[in-house]
């Protein structure tokens, strides 16, 4: 009998929901690095404008309380975290509920505004990748002081890390610096692939064997894309699109190598362009009736101090909007993408 791949994942996913609820999460810790996209809290007390520690942000998370993330809601990371089988989300590593036990099961590095090109991390005040990993092992001794080295080993080697950056570097920098406006795309593109693969090989010297990396959206359809480079036009910057799948292409082309190079690594590309353009295209086809607008403020342009309790405009409800800010998704469309990234990520679970 020949057994479709579709359904070769449908039946993995529904062992995986069995084993999660009758035993432990799937993996031991989960760890996050990145940009807006995963911050839970890391920018919170620091000297940026790029913040979401207030309100109408986390109006429909748990206790209805901003927590720095930039959403009404739960991220992708926080659902992907329920479907691992964990009862808590992975803390911002420099907030105050980064202590105890509790950070066995993983945290969160990831910063708004940061990239893979340092200086994007610099012009924003975020928190470098670099910088990231440098906490990260400075976790890693923590953890070692709290279990021993074999466990602690066994933990960094058996935990899922989930890497989110590229955008900032586009959207935040590129686009808009004029000190890089000699270097194409392709050529902007390769010196983030040099970045992304040392950071790669640098995570995997500090033990971890099991990575997701997520690819770009199509950042000309984000709503302030549009604002900002559609040149009036209300419609989608299709060159913007075009710079996310040249990047996209070399994600895939470098990650594959570094698989290659790189004993006992499983290394998986999350695609997130394409079921969030699919959203995007096609709203109520995934329960979404807005796709254009976003439901901070005007919807074309806020985002995080834009973004505020006297934004006028914000919606009441969000869950049928694609985007919450001008340049993020709702918690509605983060669980569509979650759902998405689970079923590509079998093999770092399996």
């Known amino acids: 009998m020949i057994v479709s791949g579709k359904l070769l994942v449908s039946l993995s996913l529904l062992v995986l929901v069995f084993k999660v609820s009758h035993g432990q999460p799937l993996v031991p810790a989960l760890i996050i690095f990145g940009d807006s996209v995963a911050d839970v809290g890391n920018n919170n007390n620091r000297t940026t404008l790029v913040k979401a520690n207030f309100p109408p ?7 209805h309380q901003p927590t720095g993330r930039f959403c009404n809601g739960k991220l992708a990371t926080d659902f992907t975290a329920e479907y691992l089988g964990f009862t808590s989300y992975p803390p911002a590593f420099l907030s105050q509920e980064a202590t105890g036990m509790g ?8 910063s708004a505004a940061s990239g893979y090109y340092n200086w994007t991390a610099q ?3 975020a928190i470098s990748l670099d910088q990231q990993l440098n906490y990260y092992n400075e976790y890693q001794s923590i953890v070692v002081n709290m279990v021993g080295e074999a466990e602690a080993n066994a933990i960094f080697s058996g935990a899922i890390h989930l890497l989110s950056a590229g955008t900032s570097d586009f959207i935040q920098n590129y686009y808009i ?3 890089l406006r000699g270097y194409t795309p392709d050529q902007f593109s390769e010196i983030l692939m040099r970045s992304y693969s040392s950071f790669i090989q ?24 549009i604002t900002l480079f559609g040149s009036g036009s209300n419609q989608w910057n299709i060159k913007l699109n075009q710079d996310a799948i040249l990047f996209n292409n070399k994600l895939n082309n470098t990650s594959q190598t570094l698989q290659k190079s790189l004993p006992g690594l499983k290394l998986v590309v999350f695609d997130i362009y394409q079921p969030l353009l699919d959203m995007i295209t096609n709203p109520s086809d995934n329960g979404f009736f807005e796709s254009r607008r976003a439901c901070c403020g005007t919807g074309t342009f806020e985002t995080s101090v834009l973004c505020n309790s006297r934004s006028v405009g914000t919606c009441n409800n969000a869950t049928g909007y694609v985007f919450w800010d001008g340049f993020h998704p709702s918690e509605a469309a983060n669980e569509v993408l979650a759902g998405d990234l689970l079923a590509q990520g079998i093999d770092l679970i399996s």
């Open 103 to 110: 950070i066995l099961t993983g945290v969160n590095f990831a």
């Open 177 to 179: 610096n004029p000190f």
């Open 202 to 225: 640098k995570l995997y010297g500090l033990g971890a064997r099991r990575i997701g990396v997520t690819n770009l959206p199509p950042i000309g359809c984000l709503p302030a894309s």
């Open 57 to 63: 942000y986390g109006r429909d998370f748990v206790n």
């Open 123 to 125: 012009l924003w005040g």
